[in-house]
C-alpha cells in the first residue's frame, strides 16, 4: 500500500483536543474520518443542506486529489449524505476542508461537535490531453448506455 505525505494545518485548538484531527477507523479504511469542528449542536433538517467546518487546511501534493465521501451509517440510517455525491479538493486549495451535508431523511438529525460526518480518500489523478477526432475505437458496447447492459 503506497503512502503519501500530506501537511495538516490545524484550525481551531479543539483539534486534537476535543475534537479528533483526521484517522483512519481501521487497517483497512481507505478514507479518514473527518470530524465536525462546531462550538454547539447543529441540527440538519429534512431536505436542508449545510457546510459543516472541519476545523482543517491540507496540502494536498501535486497530482493527488483528496476526495470527501458521506460516512455509510449516517446515509444509512439517518439519512445524512453529501448533495453533491463526492466533494473534490483539490491540489492547489488551502483554505479550511468543509463538508456539505444534506437530510435526505424524514427526520431532523443533530450532529454534535467532534462526530465524524464524512471522509476523505487521497488518490492519484491524470491529466487528460483531449485530441479531437471524427472517429473513435469502435467496442461491443458503441454508444449503448442507461441500462444497455442489462442492468435497468
Given at each position: 500500500m503506497g503512502k503519501i505525505d500530506i501537511?495538516?494545518?490545524y484550525?481551531?485548538?479543539k483539534i486534537?483536543?476535543?475534537i479528533s484531527p483526521p484517522f483512519y477507523a481501521?487497517?483497512?479504511a481507505a478514507g479518514m474520518d473527518l470530524s465536525a469542528c462546531i462550538d454547539s449542536p447543529l441540527?440538519?433538517?429534512p431536505r436542508q443542506r449545510v457546510k459543516v467546518p472541519c476545523g482543517i487546511a491540507l496540502a494536498i501534493p501535486k497530482g493527488y486529489v483528496g476526495l470527501i465521501y458521506a460516512r455509510s451509517g449516517l446515509g444509512a440510517n439517518h439519512g445524512i449524505t453529501l448533495p453533491n455525491c463526492v466533494g473534490v479538493i483539490d491540489s492547489d486549495y488551502r483554505g479550511e476542508i468543509m463538508?456539505?451535508?444534506t437530510n435526505i431523511g424524514d427526520e431532523p438529525y443533530t450532529i454534535n461537535p467532534g462526530d465524524r460526518i464524512c471522509q476523505i480518500v487521497f488518490t492519484p489523478?491524470?491529466?487528460a490531453n483531449l485530441i479531437k477526432t471524427d472517429d473513435l475505437d469502435d467496442?461491443?458496447?458503441s454508444s449503448g448506455g442507461f441500462g444497455s447492459t442489462g442492468l435497468n
Open positions: 501537511k495538516i494545518k484550525l481551531s485548538d486534537g483536543k476535543e481501521s487497517d483497512g441540527t440538519i433538517y463538508c456539505a451535508l489523478i491524470a491529466k467496442t461491443g458496447r
